[in-house]
């Protein structure tokens, strides 16, 4: 029982098991750049505790969270309509847009096997239709405000440790220092999101449903390896 949940579930339990190590590793360095940053300005070290629940470590944990919800939520919607001729990613190109209830098994076009609000129609089937989306998208502004929150304290921190004026929530969310983070994020999400697009258009990976087939044509879009 418990191999067969560990081996219909390895992908979500490795990921998992991935992001709590490196978030510990993330929480260890960066407690060691936090106190030696302290110590530059001789202000007494903090323990894990203590630099667990600061601005500084829940800025650098949310900004990171809120560009990887963005490539997702874009990326879904963006799949919807948008095509790239060749790649698995992409649908074909007579199949732009929301496609047809019966290509998408929803209202009485619905199977057996399908989700509930699948078969039910009007608004229901309408909100499942678009959940996934909507889901990465609440979790992006979500993890974006949370980053703008505990940016603005850790900015203020050190506006004070150097005698400048603290700002506003709304003020940090101008400030250079706001953008600077968030920007440098996105850019390499684009550009992973847009490398990955192409590179699978002419590159494989056997085994992997993020490739084609080792032997698909190139031009093949919208199959699976």
């Known amino acids: 029982?418990?191999?067969?949940?560990?081996?219909?579930?390895?992908?979500?339990?490795?990921?998992?098991?991935?992001?709590?190590?490196?978030?510990?590793?993330?929480?260890?360095?960066?407690?060691?750049?936090?106190?030696?940053?302290?110590?530059?300005?001789?202000?007494?070290?903090?323990?894990?505790?203590?630099?667990?629940?600061?601005?500084?470590?829940?800025?650098?944990?949310?900004?990171?969270?809120?560009?990887?919800?963005?490539?997702?939520?874009?990326?879904?919607?963006?799949?919807?309509?948008?095509?790239?001729?060749?790649?698995?990613?992409?649908?074909?190109?007579?199949?732009?847009?929301?496609?047809?209830?019966?290509?998408?098994q929803i209202g009485r076009h619905a199977t057996g096997d399908s989700p509930r609000w699948a078969r039910l129609g009007g608004w229901r089937t309408g909100l499942f239709s678009m959940s996934l989306g909507l889901v990465m998208l609440g979790l992006f502004l979500l993890s974006w405000l949370a980053q703008s929150v505990a940016g603005m304290s850790a900015y203020n921190a050190e506006q004070l440790t150097e005698f400048g004026d603290p700002v506003s929530w709304f003020g940090y969310l101008t400030s250079s220092d706001f953008w600077n983070r968030t920007l440098q994020n996105w850019q390499s999400e684009f550009l992973a999101i847009g490398s990955m697009a192409v590179f699978s258009v002419y590159l494989r990976q056997r085994g992997s449903p993020e490739s084609k087939p080792v032997g698909a044509p190139h031009h093949a879009s919208d199959e699976s390896g």
């Open 1 to 104: 029982m418990m191999r067969r949940f560990l081996r219909d579930n390895a992908l979500s339990l490795g990921f998992g098991l991935l992001f709590l190590l490196s978030l510990a590793g993330q929480a260890l360095s960066g407690l060691a750049a936090y106190n030696d940053g302290r110590l530059s300005h001789a202000a007494e070290p903090v323990g894990m505790l203590d630099y667990l629940i600061s601005a500084d470590f829940a800025v650098d944990v949310a900004e990171n969270w809120q560009s990887e919800y963005l490539q997702f939520f874009l990326y879904v919607f963006a799949t919807v309509w948008l095509l790239q001729r060749g790649s698995p990613e992409s649908k074909p190109a007579d199949r732009a847009g929301l496609e047809t209830d019966e290509e998408q």
